[in-house]
């Protein structure tokens, strides 16, 4: 006779692993949880975040490696023998580190939000988004460049303000090139300059990348996924302003489309944009009671988990050019 053991679910939520070392895990503006792993504390680290620094560990914290089953694994037991026979596989599911898979998003995994994004920045025009999003009391995610309209350092101090406003600052290659043609090198090139400089302006990597064009592919996903990103976010609301679309053209996709949870994607170097379609989303989502979120927040998601290698911002110097 067979005993069959149904072993409980140990799944874990993706949302629920705990901050790596060096990460964020909490503070003004964050939302994140507030463990560490072992040999490490939850240390309020500046004005904007905690950060799990090396210190006396947190008594209440547990092993951060954690093997989870996959739901509705079986395992055979002969009574009698010492044979145990594992009928389907475990995962195992390290709690830091790169994320074991890339997800790509087109769009939120709640209702009643809306995560309005901006590409291709720094441009002109992102200190205007900022001061609009803050006087409406919502958040926007910005894609960031290295070098296209503006080189990213020269608008280093307008970023560096997004990202204490709690806005989610995100990647989007340096010199936004159609990814998927490029080699392992030139892809990792071009994602680890961004980082790097994001790293120098505000002390902290991106996890969330848009690919340009939204062209990805498993390739592109596992250079990325190794360099610590977690998500490809593409949309499924396009403003086409980059296709000559009108602010009100732009407008009419989201009074046409549900309240289902909808990311767009937009670009800041356009003066219509920022200018006339911003104001118009704005009042859009009021009159809809449509909170106005980052890309993180509407896929659930704390903010422990956009950003990878959490340190300070680091003075101006000479590497600060494009
Ligand atoms: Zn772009």
């Not at 947190?58 to 009698?80: C, D, H, I, S």
């Not at 250079?223 to 499924?236: E, H, S, T």
Request: charged residues 15%; contains cysteine.
């Amino acid at each position: 006779m067979q005993i069959k053991l149904l072993l409980a679910s140990a799944l874990a939520a993706e949302g629920a692993f705990a901050a790596s070392a060096w990460g964020q895990c909490g503070g003004q503006g964050f939302s994140g949880d507030a463990s560490c792993p072992s040999g490490y504390t939850c240390t309020y680290s500046n004005a904007w975040y905690s950060q799990c620094l090396p210190g006396s560990s947190n008594p209440t914290t547990t092993a951060r490696t954690t093997t989870t089953v996959r739901p509705g694994t079986t395992t055979t037991v002969r009574p009698g023998t010492t044979t145990t026979r594992t009928t389907t596989s475990v995962v195992s599911q390290p709690t830091s580190g790169p994320a074991s898979s890339i997800t790509v998003y087109t769009k939120c995994k709640q209702a009643n939000v809306l995560a309005v994004t901006f590409d291709d920045g720094p441009a002109t025009y992102q200190q205007s988004i900022i001061d609009q999003f803050a006087a409406a009391g919502g958040k926007t995610t910005f894609f960031l460049n290295g070098n296209l309209y503006r080189c990213i350092y020269q608008g280093a101090d307008t970023i560096l303000a997004a990202y204490k406003a709690g806005h989610q600052i995100a990647a989007h290659s340096w010199s936004h090139q159609h990814m998927t043609s490029l080699s392992a090198s030139q892809q990792e090139s071009e994602i680890k300059k961004v980082d790097d400089a994001l790293a120098k302006i505000i002390g902290a990597k991106p996890t969330y990348m848009r690919p340009p064009y939204g062209e990805t592919n498993s390739a592109l996903n596992e250079v990325a996924r190794k360099l610590g990103y977690r998500a490809m976010i593409n949309w499924d609301i396009d403003t086409e302003d980059w296709n000559g679309k009108t602010p009100a053209q732009s407008l009419a996709k989201f009074t046409a489309a549900d309240t289902s949870g909808h990311i767009s994607l937009s670009h800041e170097n356009y003066q219509s944009t920022v200018q006339t379609f911003l104001p118009s989303i704005i009042q859009y989502a009021k009159s809809k009671n449509l909170k106005l979120v980052t890309v993180g927040e509407c896929l659930g998601e704390s903010q422990s988990l956009w950003y990878k290698e959490v340190g300070s911002p680091k003075g101006k110097d000479s590497t600060w050019v494009c």
